[in-house]
């Protein structure tokens, strides 16, 4: 609003939609779809690729064309949850990805007539098998879960392809040493209903070499670290030579012996008995044992087996079910045929040498296509096959410090598919450029024809050479090369060498994608593919199963060719038109001859085909993560024929801009003109060419798009830029004076928050420490009132118990002086008696002694009292204490001298008497109460009432153990329920405890 901007089509809407701006953009915003880059070259493919790289993002579209970057580690984007964002979605609604792609041929099979196939191509490590399989997932992942059985055992079958055909490389850990191409077949409902598997030129020569760090295909070092040793006769992993040239056995991540384990699953899925696993499994530890023949020369001209040679031609034979004599006559002879009648030659030491890899590969090439064709009878389609989407993982172009027979098949391989690429988008262009009723001139494109010409086009080619010298009987690889240099020297794609010493080795051919050089060591016996006739001969007789099928591929490359000319039978062009192959050639096929005719046969194929390309990209050359070799990938560019779109788009228009975008991204331009822009889209398209004064040549407006060359987009996109600039920069001037403003009026904001939290801290503090010292204060004078408060508590409390005591002792001192004179008055009334009582018995005495002796009554007082001394018991004793109780009644009623009062030793004295004669008094009670006490005069009540303290009832009415010592008790309980009467001879604990002490 500030700057007067409508929302619709505006520089605003230039910034704010990338979708929109990223038309045309420039190669360092890392657009998704290369097409859009204005003056498009390699160099600016090569950093939009590694912009994205760098974002995770690796694939990239160049128009239909899915360029795809390996990325070296996991990436989560090939999940359920993504098979579902690109279903039923068209290229271009959602970012690049192998989904987009294979989503794209499986909706174009439901409205079109046209079959489908996916071209992935890419060198060794560039991700092709794994594109392959996401394909493929993709696809069972879309179609309906009745066919999932179909599905699992098409996915399947890639475990097993990959264990026999794929292998470690320098550049690679997973490399697939052969080509195939996969036709996912579609019934009317279009659910997959099976596939048919076509393999191409598995690489024979790493069976029986590898270079350092490589290793042999995975199914060896599966098996001797998986299987069971004892069935397949296995020895140590590094006793076989055919493992142990590279020193490399294992890969790192990557379990063997599980990956055993699958592939055994695998093949119970695709319908491979127990019988027959064994038998593959057998035939391939055979060809192990066979790369260690080693062989004794004897003459020059034959050999014999030396004694480890007797031991593993005996393991073999037990592998493959044959007589050890049988094995023995194939490594040491061979026959030759001469009008029916067969000749036995011994082999020469090197000639058998040869002979045993030839064996090895022949058992392991046959094994490999009996595997691919159970695959293909187990997930075959049956009638099923007129509508299919095929899948193409083909070998990437070659170019080694060594090249061989290998990299010139790769190599004619990808001329072929690069022809046919460059006619496919050539095509594309075109057809855009008729649908908007553009008009154009003719457009330059690399034509490889020549170079295809002088591979394989009779009479002089280097195929038909390689045969002819392959048939000749003193054929040798010189002869070979001599004869090609002669007959193809003055070609223009022909290099002869730059020297006698490079020409002596080998030839050069001038590929669209640089010149190769090729040596011919080793060419003639790679074409031939030597039959091993001798020992199928004798596998016909073989006690396994499976080694006595294998023979059904004895002579593979005439039913390769056969196979070929049924398919070309049976093919029908996009006319109608039946595709017939009338040549015939009676002679003996070759590797060369018959892979030509894979070729032609699959090109035709992929003719018939609507086809979407996938160019797989390799960073670098150490396979690590987030690394991006600029240079390494700039010459994978060119291999992969991106100079030829390059080229394609550079002499023709190279922008195409739908109208309604180019006018909503330029629409900013009309702020320079005078004139107001139509609200039709095309007319609006003529007035800015107009206003920027652009050539009628370099631009052209189409149905719905514009049509640019560079020459007019780059002076548009300036003044653009321009625009840009100066209405950027005003937009940043108001966003800076609104952002400082903002921020200045949320710095004070927060000043004056920040004040008031400070403010507000500071008088909290005040107030706390304030607070703090009255509770101090306060704290204290409390404490000086309460310690006041306990000393006077304390000095009454003092005074209190002084007070008790000094009642207690005057109580005490009372009673003891009341329990005195009444001790004493008795003592007395008791020695009033006992005076009296004597007296009597004196008396009485006195009356019987008269009475006895007639009447005298005059007797002394000392006669008087003589009973006293008779008929008692210790009367000694007795005599001096009646003389004490005497003496003492003496003192006691002696009359006291009133005259002159008692002394303190007086008193104390008489005090000690009273005080002794009580004590004496008191012990002799006690002594005759006790002797005289009978416990059955008391019953046990009274003696509980009299003797029982009071107790209180508890809760539950029985008796607490508190007694009344403390106090008085209220309710107490009545004496007659404490007590317990029982039988037992002794007490209960519980009545003891009655009697401690604290209870009693």
């Known amino acids: 609003k500030a700057l007067g901007v409508e929302r619709g089509g505006t520089v605003l809407d230039a910034i704010l939609r990338p979708a929109m701006a990223a038309e045309g953009s420039r190669a360092s915003d890392g657009v998704p779809d290369m097409t859009q880059i204005s003056d498009i070259n390699v160099d600016l493919i090569n950093e939009n690729l590694q912009v994205r790289y760098r974002r ?33 979605k068209k290229m271009g609604e959602m970012p690049p990805h192998i989904f987009a792609s294979a989503e794209a041929a499986y909706r174009n099979i439901h409205t079109t007539d046209m079959n489908q196939s996916c071209v992935i191509s890419g060198e060794s490590g560039a991700g092709k098998t794994e594109t392959t399989k996401y394909i493929l997932q993709y696809l069972c992942a879309v179609t309906s879960s009745a066919t999932k059985w179909v599905e699992q055992q098409i996915m399947e079958a890639n475990v097993i392809l990959e264990a026999f055909g794929n292998a470690r490389t320098v550049r690679n850990d997973n490399s697939s040493r052969f080509g195939k191409f996969i036709q996912v077949c579609f019934d009317d409902n279009f659910e997959i209903k099976g596939a048919i598997i076509q393999e191409y030129l598995l690489e024979q020569a790493r069976i029986a070499f590898q270079a350092l760090e490589e290793r042999n295909y995975h199914v060896f070092y599966q098996l001797v670290k998986g299987g069971e040793k004892a069935k397949f006769l296995l020895d140590p992993i590094e006793s076989y030579n055919y493992l142990n ?9 990557v379990d063997d012996v599980r990956m055993f384990e699958e592939l055994n699953k695998a093949m119970t899925v695709l319908s491979i008995d127990d019988d027959f696993k064994d038998g593959i499994f057998a035939v391939v530890s055979a060809v192990l044992q ?35 004599a049988n094995i023995q006559a194939v490594v040491t002879t061979r026959q030759i045929v001469v009008r029916g009648t067969a000749t036995t030659i011994p082999l020469k030491i090197s000639d058998a040498r040869e002979n045993r890899h030839a064996m090895a590969k022949a ?6 296509t009996w595997l691919v064709d159970k695959i293909n009878a187990t997930t075959n389609p049956g009638s099923t096959t007129s509508r299919f989407i095929g899948v193409l993982d083909i070998f990437g172009f070659e170019n080694f410090a060594v090249n061989s027979f290998e990299q010139l098949c790769i190599n004619f391989t990808n001329e072929k598919l690069h022809k046919f690429f460059n006619h496919y988008v050539f095509a594309l262009e075109q057809a855009e450029y008729e649908r908007e009723g553009i008009k154009w ?19 002089n080619c280097v195929i038909r050479l390689l045969d002819e010298e392959c048939r000749f009987p003193k054929g040798t690889d010189l002869t070979y090369l001599q004869k090609q240099h002669d007959a193809l020297s003055s070609h223009s794609h022909y290099v002869k060498g730059d020297d006698r010493t490079k020409r002596d ?31 199928f001969e004798f596998m016909h007789s073989s006690k396994k199963a499976f080694v006595k099928d294998l023979t059904r591929f004895q002579d593979m490359l005439n039913q390769e060719r056969k196979m070929i000319m049924g398919q070309k039978a049976r093919t029908l062009d996009r006319r109608g038109s039946t595709v017939d192959d009338t040549r015939t050639n009676k002679a003996k096929p070759t590797v060369g001859d018959t892979f030509r005719r894979q070729l032609a046969s699959l090109v035709e194929v992929l003719d018939s085909t609507t086809p979407w390309y996938v160019r797989c990209i390799k960073p670098n050359a150490t396979k690590s993560a987030a690394k991006f070799d600029a ?7 060119m291999y992969s024929g991106m100079l030829d779109i390059v080229r394609i788009r550079k002499e023709g228009f190279p922008i195409h801009v739908p109208a309604q975008k180019f006018v909503e991204k330029y629409h900013s331009v009309g702020a320079f003109m005078k004139e107001r822009l139509s609200p039709d889209a095309k007319e609006a398209v003529r007035q800015i060419m107009r206003f920027i004064k652009a050539p009628e040549t370099e631009w052209q407006i189409g149905k719905t798009k514009v049509f640019l060359r560079s020459t007019v987009f780059e002076p548009l996109e300036r003044l653009l830029r321009d625009l840009l600039r100066t209405r950027a920069v005003l937009i940043q001037r108001i966003w800076r004076g609104y952002r400082q403003r903002k921020a200045y009026k949320a710095t004070l904001l927060a000043v004056v928050r920040l004040q008031a939290v400070v403010r507000c801290a500071a008088m909290r503090f005040k107030y706390l420490r304030t607070r703090r010292a009255i509770i101090t204060i306060q704290s204290h004078t409390r404490g000086m009132f309460a310690r006041e408060f306990v000393r006077e508590l304390r000095r009454k409390k003092k005074e209190e118990e002084e007070r008790r005591k000094r009642e207690e002792a005057e109580r005490r001192r009372r009673e003891e002086k009341e329990r005195g004179e009444r001790l004493m008055e008795e003592s007395f009334q008791k020695a009033q008696k006992e005076l009296f009582a004597m007296a009597r018995m004196a008396e009485m005495r006195v009356q019987d002694l008269s009475a006895a002796k007639g009447g005298d009554q005059s007797k002394t007082l000392d006669e008087m009292f003589v009973f006293l001394a008779e008929d008692r018991h210790d009367g000694a004793h007795n005599a001096q204490y009646l003389a004490k109780i005497n003496k003492e009644l003496d003192d006691m009623f002696a009359e006291p001298d009133s005259s002159k009062a008692p002394g303190n030793r007086t008193l104390r004295r008489k005090k000690r008497v009273e005080k002794k004669m009580l004590f004496e008094m008191q012990h002799e009670e006690a002594v005759k109460a006790e002797e005289a006490f009978n416990p059955s005069d008391f019953t046990m009540l009274q003696f509980a009432d009299k003797y029982f303290n009071d107790h209180p009832k508890n809760s539950s009415g029985t008796l607490s153990m508190r007694g009344s010592k403390k106090g008085t008790v209220d309710d107490p309980m009545p004496k007659s329920e404490m007590v317990v009467y029982t039988k037992q001879t002794s007490l209960a604990t519980s009545l003891i405890h009655m009697h401690n002490p604290e209870n009693v």
């Open 245 to 253: 040239q590279s020193g490399c056995y294992s890969l790192a991540d």
């Open 290 to 324: 066979i790369g260690n023949l080693v062989f004794a020369d004897v003459d020059g001209e034959s050999i014999t087996l030396t004694e480890s040679d007797k031991r593993v031609t005996q393991i073999i034979a037990n592998l493959l079910g044959l007589p050890p």
């Open 505 to 535: 080795k080998g030839f050069g051919v001038r590929h669209f994608a640089g010149d190769v050089f090729y040596q011919v060591q080793g060419f003639l016996d790679k074409n031939k593919d030597v039959q091993q006739d001798q020992l």
């Open 56 to 88: 995770d993002e690796i694939y990239t579209y160049s128009g239909t064309i899915l360029v795809a970057v390996n990325p070296y580690k996991f990436l989560p984007i090939y999940e359920a949850e993504n098979v579902g964002l690109y279903r039923d």
């Open 631 to 637: 240079a390494m990938v700039g010459t994978q560019l």
């Open 441 to 459: 001139g003719h457009i330059k494109f690399t034509d490889n024809t020549l170079c295809l010409e002088l591979i394989e086009k009779p009479p």
């Open 363 to 368: 058992l392991y090439s046959r094994t490999f």
